[in-house]
C-alpha cells in the first residue's frame, strides 16, 4: 500500500511559520510529505529537512522528493532535532502528532481496532510492539497504562482481564484484545464510541514512548529555532495538547516574582510569544476529513527582548 496520509490543518499550519523563501524548516513528523510539499511551495532556496521514525514513510518522501535539491530527508525520531540539525538553525519547525492515516489504515500494522491483525502498533517498525506490552506487563503496569495515557475509567477491569485471558493463550492480535475489552465495560459504556479506541491509543502511546519523546523533545525544537522562527504543533489528545499548552505558556513567561516585589529579582524574560492557541479545523475541514475533529493546532514564536 502506497503511504498516504491526508494532513490537517495544512493552510493554517503553513501559514503559521511564516515561511521566509530563503529559509530553513522542518517537518519533524513528515509522514507521506503532505505538510512537507506545501512548505517547498513557498520555497524558493530555502532547505526542507523531512524527518519521521518510520520506514514506510521514509520510502515515501524519498520517492515523492525525488531529485529536489531543497529536501533533506532523516529517518530518526524528532527528540533528535539538535544532533540532525548540528550547528544550524531553522527558521520554522513543525511538528504533526499522533498516528498516521497510513498506519491506521494498514491492518498489518497493527493500529487499528477495525481491522483483524497481529497486535504491532510499532511506528518504527522495530523494538517492543504492543503484544509484548499486553502479555509481560505486570496487571498493575497495564492499568496505569491504560488509566493514564487512555484516560479510561474502566482500565482496572480492563487489565484484570487482560492478565486473566493470556493466562489461557497469548494475546496475539487487535480483535482478541478488542473483545477482552468489550467484555470489560457495561453495555452503556460502548454506546458513544467504540469501547477500544482508549485502550488502543494508549498502548499505542507507550510501544512509541510518545509523551516521553515530546516532553524533551518540544525544549529541543524550541532551541534550535532562530530568532523570529516559529514552532508548530498539531496535537490529537488531551494529554499531548495540555503538554503543549503548558511548555509554550512556559517559553512565553517573563517575571515571577510576587506581585507585591517592587522590582523584579528573578531576571527572567520571555523567550517566546504564542502566536496561535489551540486552533481547530474549519468545518469544510471535518467534513472531509473526519480525523481531523480532535486535532489542535499550536504556534509559538522565539523571540528576542
Same mark, same amino acid.
Given at each position: 500500500?502506497?503511504?498516504?496520509? !491526508?494532513?490537517? *490543518?495544512?493552510?493554517?499550519?503553513?501559514?503559521?511559520?511564516?515561511?521566509?523563501?530563503? #529559509?530553513?524548516?522542518?517537518?519533524?513528523?513528515?509522514?507521506?510529505?503532505?505538510?512537507?510539499?506545501?512548505?517547498?511551495?513557498?520555497?524558493?532556496?530555502?532547505?526542507?529537512?523531512?524527518?519521521?521514525?518510520?520506514?514506510?514513510?521514509? =520510502?515515501?518522501?524519498?520517492?515523492?522528493?525525488?531529485?529536489?535539491?531543497?529536501?533533506?530527508?532523516?529517518?530518526?525520531?524528532?527528540?533528535?532535532?539538535?544532533?540532525?540539525?548540528?550547528?544550524?538553525?531553522?527558521?520554522?519547525?513543525?511538528?504533526?502528532?499522533?498516528?498516521?492515516?497510513?498506519?491506521?489504515?494498514?491492518?498489518?500494522?497493527?493500529?487499528?481496532?477495525?481491522?483483524?491483525? %497481529? *497486535?504491532?502498533?510499532?511506528?518504527?517498525?522495530?523494538?517492543?510492539?504492543?503484544?509484548?506490552?499486553?502479555?509481560?506487563?505486570?496487571?498493575?503496569?497495564?492499568?496505569?497504562?491504560? %488509566?493514564?495515557?487512555?484516560?479510561?475509567?474502566?482500565?482496572?477491569?480492563?487489565?484484570? @482481564?487482560?492478565?486473566?485471558?493470556?493466562? +489461557?493463550?497469548?494475546?496475539? =492480535?487487535?480483535?482478541?484484545?478488542?473483545?477482552?475489552?468489550?467484555?470489560?465495560?457495561?453495555?452503556?459504556?460502548?454506546?458513544?464510541?467504540?469501547?477500544?479506541?482508549?485502550?488502543?491509543?494508549?498502548?499505542?502511546?507507550?510501544?512509541? #514512548?510518545? *509523551?516521553? +519523546?515530546?516532553?524533551?523533545?518540544?525544549?529541543?525544537?524550541?532551541?534550535?529555532?532562530? *530568532? #523570529?522562527?516559529?514552532?508548530?504543533?498539531?496535537?490529537?489528545?488531551?494529554?499531548?495538547? %495540555?503538554?503543549?499548552?503548558? %511548555?509554550?505558556?512556559?517559553?512565553?513567561?517573563?517575571?515571577?516574582?510576587?506581585?507585591?516585589?517592587?522590582?523584579? !529579582?528573578?531576571?527572567? =524574560?520571555?523567550?517566546?510569544?504564542?502566536?496561535?492557541?489551540?486552533?481547530?479545523?474549519?468545518?469544510?475541514?471535518?467534513?472531509? @476529513?473526519?480525523?481531523?475533529?480532535?486535532?489542535?493546532?499550536?504556534?509559538?514564536?522565539?523571540?528576542?527582548?
Amino acid at each position: 500500500m502506497a503511504f498516504s496520509h !491526508v494532513p490537517v *490543518l495544512l493552510h493554517e499550519t503553513v501559514d503559521a511559520l511564516h515561511i521566509n523563501p530563503d #529559509g530553513l524548516y522542518v517537518d519533524c513528523t513528515a509522514g507521506g510529505g503532505g505538510h512537507s510539499a506545501e512548505i517547498l511551495k513557498h520555497l524558493a532556496n530555502g532547505i526542507l529537512l523531512a524527518i519521521d521514525r518510520d520506514p514506510e514513510a521514509i =520510502t515515501a518522501l524519498e520517492a515523492r522528493f525525488r531529485g529536489d535539491q531543497r529536501v533533506e530527508i532523516v529517518h530518526d525520531t524528532f527528540d533528535h532535532i539538535q544532533e540532525i540539525l548540528g550547528d544550524r538553525r531553522a527558521d520554522g519547525i513543525l511538528a504533526d502528532l499522533g498516528v498516521s492515516s497510513h498506519q491506521l489504515d494498514t491492518a498489518e500494522r497493527g493500529f487499528s481496532f477495525h481491522k483483524d491483525a %497481529r *497486535l504491532d502498533m510499532r511506528m518504527s517498525k522495530s523494538g517492543v510492539c504492543a503484544a509484548d506490552v499486553v502479555n509481560t506487563y505486570t496487571e498493575a503496569a497495564l492499568f496505569r497504562v491504560i %488509566r493514564d495515557y487512555g484516560e479510561e475509567r474502566y482500565a482496572r477491569s480492563i487489565a484484570a @482481564n487482560i492478565v486473566r485471558a493470556r493466562a +489461557q493463550k497469548p494475546i496475539e =492480535t487487535t480483535f482478541e484484545l478488542v473483545e477482552i475489552i468489550k467484555a470489560s465495560m457495561p453495555q452503556k459504556a460502548m454506546r458513544d464510541a467504540h469501547p477500544a479506541r482508549r485502550t488502543f491509543q494508549a498502548l499505542r502511546m507507550e510501544v512509541n #514512548g510518545e *509523551l516521553t +519523546q515530546l516532553d524533551t523533545a518540544l525544549d529541543a525544537m524550541f532551541d534550535c529555532l532562530t *530568532l #523570529g522562527g516559529v514552532l508548530a504543533v498539531i496535537t490529537f489528545h488531551s494529554l499531548e495538547d %495540555r503538554m503543549v499548552k503548558q %511548555r509554550f505558556a512556559d517559553f512565553s513567561q517573563g517575571c515571577t516574582c510576587p506581585k507585591d516585589f517592587p522590582v523584579c !529579582v528573578c531576571g527572567k =524574560t520571555p523567550r517566546g510569544k504564542v502566536l496561535l492557541k489551540g486552533q481547530t479545523a474549519s468545518q469544510t475541514e471535518l467534513e472531509e @476529513n473526519p480525523r481531523a475533529h480532535s486535532a489542535r493546532l499550536r504556534a509559538v514564536q522565539k523571540i528576542d527582548l
